[in-house]
Structures are given as C-alpha cells and as structure tokens.
C-alpha cells in the first residue's frame, strides 16, 4: 500500500499543478478521497495493479470534476438570491472551469470512440504511460499513441470553440 499511495499522491500533485492558483483541495485529500471511493465499493475487481490505477483515475476525475463545479457553482452564488444583471460584472472562467470543460469534452468523444476517451482519461488523469496503457488495454504502443494524437487534437479543437 505504500508504493501505490506515493504513486497516486505523485499522480493528485501532477492534476492539481494545472488547476488555477490558490486551488482548496490538496493532493493528499484528492488521494485520500480517491481511496476512500475505491476502497468503499462493493467487491472491487482489480485485475491488476494497472487497472486499479486506471480506476483511481477516474475516480480523481470524477472528483476533481465535482469540485471545480462546486466552486463555480459558489462563484455563481449557489443558494444566494438572483442579482440584476446589469449589477454583475462580467469575469471570464478560471483555470477551475476547464476540468468541468475537459470532462464535457471526454464525456461527448467517449460517445463516439471510447477508447480514445479511455486513453485520454488513463494518460491525463492517470498519469499512466502509452506502454502502460498499451498493458491494461491489450493493445500497441504505436496504437495508444496514435489514439493519444487523435483524441487530443480533437479535445483540442472542442475546447478552443
């Protein structure tokens, strides 16, 4: 248990380094929360020690997903009382949006092409390896990497419009 709390802590710290400065939620308590998730379901199947990874991740995405709508929900005045408009300023989306953005983006490509969508998710969320995911997907390198290419260029496109 030791080695895979390093590596997920390892994993949390690099998903947390692309949130927006002054970010709530630490790498510690993203991993413990993960593990908390992971641990609480019912007769969990991990074939391997990858494939608990890819599950971590997922579960860190679903996590951080939540968080960053929790915190805009909050910026919006979640609970408060509707202001006019035109006593609103206009203020531009945070670095937290673009997890919330990313997730919408996954949730569409994994509509038509779930593997790249699983790529996507083990590779940026994971922080696995194309070999890594080669591994658990039971496929080739060249094709984890070609998926990789692909889906990222179209997130790409999705988030830029």
């Given at each position: 248990?030791?080695?895979?709390?390093?590596?997920?802590?390892?994993?949390?710290?690099?998903?947390?380094?692309?949130?927006?400065?002054?970010?709530?939620?630490?790498?510690?308590?993203?991993?413990?929360?993960a593990y908390l998730?992971?641990?609480?379901?019912?007769?969990?199947?991990?074939?391997?020690?990858?494939?608990?990874?890819?599950?971590?991740?997922?579960?860190?995405?679903?996590?951080?997903?939540?968080?960053?709508?929790?915190?805009?929900?909050?910026?919006?005045?979640?609970g408060k009382p509707?202001?006019?408009?035109?006593?609103?300023?206009?203020?531009?989306?945070?670095?937290?949006?673009?997890?919330?953005?990313?997730?919408?983006?996954?949730?569409?490509?994994?509509?038509?092409?779930?593997?790249?969508?699983?790529?996507?998710?083990?590779?940026?969320?994971?922080?696995?390896?194309?070999?890594?995911?080669?591994?658990?997907?039971?496929?080739?390198?060249?094709?984890?990497?070609?998926?990789?290419?692909?889906?990222?260029?179209?997130?790409?496109?999705?988030?830029?419009?």
């Amino acid at each position: 248990m030791p080695h895979v709390y390093t590596e997920l802590k390892r994993v949390a710290a690099g998903y947390l380094r692309r949130e927006r400065p002054g970010h709530t939620l630490q790498a510690t308590a993203l991993v413990h929360e993960a593990y908390l998730k992971l641990a609480g379901q019912q007769d969990p199947r991990w074939e391997n020690r990858s494939h608990f990874f890819r599950m971590a991740a997922q579960v860190m995405r679903r996590i951080l997903t939540d968080h960053a709508r929790h915190h805009r929900a909050q910026r919006r005045g979640a609970g408060k009382p509707n202001l006019n408009i035109d006593l609103v300023a206009v203020i531009g989306d945070e670095p937290s949006g673009q997890i919330d953005d990313l997730d919408e983006a996954l949730t569409r490509l994994a509509a038509f092409a779930p593997r790249q969508a699983q790529v996507v998710e083990m590779r940026f969320f994971g922080g696995m390896t194309e070999e890594e995911i080669a591994g658990i997907m039971r496929l080739s390198s060249r094709t984890i990497k070609r998926d990789w290419i692909i889906a990222r260029a179209w997130l790409y496109g999705e988030l830029a419009s």
